[in-house]
């Protein structure tokens, strides 16, 4: 194996490792045993349990932030970019379980990409500029178009883990059932909405 293809198996075998045990769940000599070779090996190419870790995180971030940033970058009806990130949101999911898994448990170790929460807030911030737009040509004031996208995401995501162990319905029955609640709800927006009941 060249050193590249060790690197990759290593990696491979830590994933499915961390997916299924967490971070602190894992060692470095499970990792070693399951890919055949020794400790030192592990260490040589990351350091430790630490460095293959961030690595492996920071491979998911990246993976998971294009699929987003890919079903949002297309100029299109903002019903159709909704279903595009909620679909790609859970076609991640439904192919890379073991990485979200990885991504959405508490991380004890630093990522260079940051956490499953600042990969949200990205998300959002791409989501709040569209809803901006969309928000001021419809007369809504476009400040609390940051809000709605964090209300958004945050369901998206929420409903992604919960689907990561359920896998029923289907993801494109999810995905629908998400755009369905949203855009319906979206659709009907009151401009100044107030609680019915003062507090």
């Known amino acids: 194996m060249t050193g590249e293809e060790r690197r990759q198996q290593l990696l491979d075998v830590a994933r499915s490792l961390f997916a299924e045990k967490g971070f602190d769940g894992a060692s470095v000599e499970e ?8 400790k030192p090996v592990v260490y040589e190419h990351f350091g430790g349990k630490e460095g293959v870790y961030a690595v492996v995180v920071d491979r998911e971030m990246h ?50 990409t940051g956490t499953f929460s600042s990969l949200l807030n990205d998300i959002a911030s791409q989501v709040e500029s569209i809803l901006g737009v969309q928000f001021s040509s419809r007369g809504y004031d476009p400040k609390l178009a940051a809000l709605y ?19 029923r319905p289907g993801k494109e029955e999810v995905a629908a059932h998400l755009v369905n609640l949203s855009w319906n709800g979206l659709r009907h927006l009151e401009s100044e909405p107030e609680l019915r009941e003062s507090h």
């Open 149 to 167: 996208s964090q209300a958004l995401v945050g369901m998206v995501a929420l409903t992604g883990q919960w689907w990561l162990d359920v896998r």
């Open 31 to 38: 990792i070693a045993h399951r890919a055949n070779v020794s």
């Open 63 to 112: 993976s998971l932030l294009a699929e987003m940033t890919s079903a949002l970058a297309e100029n299109a009806h903002p019903r159709l970019l909704l279903e595009r990130a909620a679909f790609a949101l859970l076609d991640y999911v439904e192919s890379s379980a073991d990485g979200f898994r990885i991504l959405v448990r508490a991380s004890p170790v630093a990522s260079a």
